[in-house]
């Protein structure tokens, strides 16, 4: 994980050349500002955006900066061969010209299973579009994204530009402490795979009217798959995980659970201010709030068991249009004493060890522990003969971000536990593959008085989990800053 609770900015590795960000971030402003003014306003125009050279060298910058650069598609190509081979300008030059013509055709993506995160056995299918497609997702990402993010609530932070995880955890504390208790933890049967397309694109169409960008939109959704086995697969739903404008289409199809549930909360609505929500709670009304991070969602209730029970089916209800359904085995109805998972976390109302007060607990997970000692095994396996400095740069970047993301939970006891354990599998990996005794163990890790020293190879020292400061996260409300608006107009 990025350092410091990562934002979802989606920035790139390198620099892209200052004269070409300046324009985009200018388009970019003006499109928002546009948004923002009028929020019924539908946009035509766009696709000069799109296909502006200084658009497409932006947007390869961020493919180029992207972690799965070094991954082809299904032609084969990767970002350093375009480099080496064909040249960036060229490259771009011609893809210019396909997108301008019309000539320009999303190719199917590759088809990739991975496991999925706790050792269940369930594989998750990522689809890799060629660089080509990737630079012009990435470019229509750059174009569409200031228009949807006027639109978007304040409720979810998944994949949105300067929001994090953690906003999302600390809005559950903020209101957990306010007695919203009830929780309907949901999970969206394979959200990413059956978004309906036509329902999709009427969203789109709601901000844009550009017909050349929403044949774009459209023929990305319907490039088709190619699987592992070489079969072409036709996509007649869904929106491919992989992709750079996977995300934000989601969050587009998405956000109109967030307006359903988040309306009552704006201006002149029925929770708009505390004094609204505390008439509504005198008369037996619930009052609720949603905080979404992606395809993963939570509503917090200021109520009953009812009260939840009625806004699952409310939800259902909702997304169903859109192709979705809740599943019927993960989406449950708790109490926050009970406690449960979000985002790696485990939240819970538990009552302060030696006090009668009661506060809500941000813990890490069972689960992301379990996948951070598994990493740590198989780096350090007894007979392993991986070179030592190759070992501790992986075990360093894995754990400092690791603590990085979790340092804002109760988290100092983890660290610790966490810590030692590293510690003792890289000392018995070393003792193991040079055949010391104990005693050269000792000799070789503590000093004349006794104090035990980090292990070490090439000047790269293993990293002392229990060093990171474990601090609370300020929970920004609505002071998160937008990208495209400056703070002093914010």
Known sequence: MPEDAPLNSGAPGQPAPAGSWSRVSEM??????????????????????????????????????????????????????????????????????????????????????????????????????????????????????????????????????????????????????????????????????????TALMDRVRQRVKDKRVLALVKAFLKAGVLTELGENKNALTGTPQGGILSPLLANVALSVLDEHLHRPWKSGGTMATESRRAVRRRKGLPTWRIIRYADDFVVLVHGTREDTEALREDVARVLAPMGLRLSPAKTQVMHLDDGFDFLGFHIQWRRKRGTS??????????????????????????????????????????????????????????????????????????????????????????????RWLRPAAEKIELFNMETVPVTRYRYRSSNIPNPWVPPDLA
């Open 28 to 197: 970019q402003a003006k499109l928002h500002r546009w948004a923002a003014a009028d929020r019924s306003r539908r946009f035509g125009d766009l696709f000069n955006f799109v296909h502006d050279p200084a658009t497409l060298i932006v947007a390869f910058d961020r493919v180029a900066g992207n972690t799965g650069a070094r991954t082809p598609g299904v032609d084969g190509l990767t970002v350093a061969s375009v480099e080496e081979h064909i040249g960036v300008p060229g490259f771009l030059d011609d893809l210019r010209a396909q997108l301008k013509t019309g000539m320009f055709r999303p190719l199917p993506v590759r088809e990739r299973r991975i496991p999925k995160p706790g050792g269940s056995g369930k594989v998750r299918s990522l689809g890799i579009p060629t660089v080509a497609d990737r630079v012009v997702q990435a470019a229509l990402k750059l174009v569409l994204e200031p228009i949807f993010e006027a639109d978007f609530e304040p409720v979810s932070y998944g994949f949105r530009p300067r929001r994090r995880a953690q906003d999302a955890i600390a809005e559950i504390h903020y209101f957990g402490t306010r007695n919203y208790q009830w929780v309907l933890d949901a999970d969206i049967e394979a959200c990413f795979d059956s978004i309906d397309h």
């Open 357 to 450: 007060k009661w506060h809500v607990y941000t813990f890490i997970a069972d689960r992301p522990i379990r996948q951070l000692k598994a990493k740590i095994r198989a780096l350090t396996h007894r007979l392993s003969q991986q070179d030592l400095g190759f070992v501790l740069t992986r075990l360093n970047q894995i754990m400092r971000g690791w603590a990085s993301y979790f340092k804002h939970a109760v988290a100092k006891y983890a660290f610790s536990t966490l810590e030692h354990f590293v510690w003792w599998r890289v000392i018995r990996m070393m003792r193991i593959r040079h055949r010391w005794t104990w005693r050269d163990i000792r000799r070789r890790f503590t000093t004349p008085t006794g």
